[in-house]
T-cell receptor, first 114, second 112 residues
Framework: DAGVIQSPRHEVTEMGQEVTLRCKPISGHNSLFWYRQTMMRGLELLIY????????DSGMPEDRFSAKMPNASFSTLKIQPSEPRDSAVYFCASLVGHSTDTQYFGPGTRLTVL | QQPVQSPQAVILREGEDAVINCSSS?????VHWYRQKHGEAPIFLMILLKGGEQKGHDKISASFNEKKQQSSLYLTASQLSYSGTYFCGTDPQSTGGFKTIFGAGTRLFVKA
């Protein structure tokens, strides 16, 4: 299995630009999570989906952030407009079923907003 | 509320043992442990569900005291490959297990 796939791996953009991060979960996994990791705040859960439906987005920092999962094999996290404080590593993770199953993390997208 | 991990950092010689603690102010459904190497994604180590449960993974094991809302990760006979940052992730009982909150991490460095 290819594991969780994220793209791009690195993104450098200017403040005010729209940024779209992409994630392909492991085939057959029905839960998907978006995390953000920074030195200051550590690893934070932004949103998670179960069977393509957003279940909890209370971790999304503000309205500039949005996430979608149009089908079981694809999810996006969009930031519009981006700000320098959004600079972080964004991880996508998936798991196959129950919350006690293993979460498999993707390699992450390192976002730098200038 | 973010769980509290201790110590923040530890340096070991190869072959030595270490304990990393994770404490929560909330009643917990489960506790996860992850290891992350610099520049890489977190790797799942194990999950603990019940009070007093203990699990093992090679020479890495963990316990979960549900009543005290605490978990500990035990690394025995440490190897160079154990170096990295260890995170505990706690799932408050109220969320049914999906809303993991991560601790700040414990940096472990194993030297030869």
């Amino acid at each position: 299995d290819a594991g969780v796939i994220q793209s791009p791996r690195h993104e450098v953009t200017e403040m005010g630009q729209e940024v779209t991060l992409r994630c392909k979960p492991i085939s057959g996994h029905n839960s998907l999570f978006w995390y953000r990791q920074t030195m200051m705040r550590g690893l934070e859960l932004l949103i998670y989906f179960n069977n393509n439906v957003p279940i909890d987005d209370s971790g999304m920092p503000e309205d500039r952030f949005s996430a979608k999962m149009p089908n079981a094999s694809f999810s996006t996290l969009k930031i519009q407009p981006s700000e320098p404080r959004d600079s972080a590593v964004y991880f996508c993770a998936s798991l196959v079923g129950h919350s006690t199953d293993t979460q498999y993390f993707g390699p992450g997208t390192r976002l730098t907003v200038l | 509320q973010q769980p509290v991990q201790s110590p923040q950092a530890v340096i070991l010689r190869e072959g030595e043992d270490a304990v990393i603690n994770c404490s929560s102010s909330k009643a917990l459904y489960s506790v996860h442990w992850y290891r992350q190497k610099h520049g890489e994604a977190p790797i799942f180590l194990m999950i603990l569900l019940k009070g007093g449960e203990q699990k093992g993974h090679d020479k890495i094991s963990a316990s979960f005291n549900e009543k005290k809302q605490q978990s500990s990760l035990y690394l025995t006979a440490s190897q160079l490959s154990y170096s990295g940052t260890y995170f505990c992730g706690t799932d408050p009982q109220s969320t049914g297990g999906f809303k993991t909150i991560f601790g700040a991490g414990t940096r472990l460095f194993v030297k030869a």
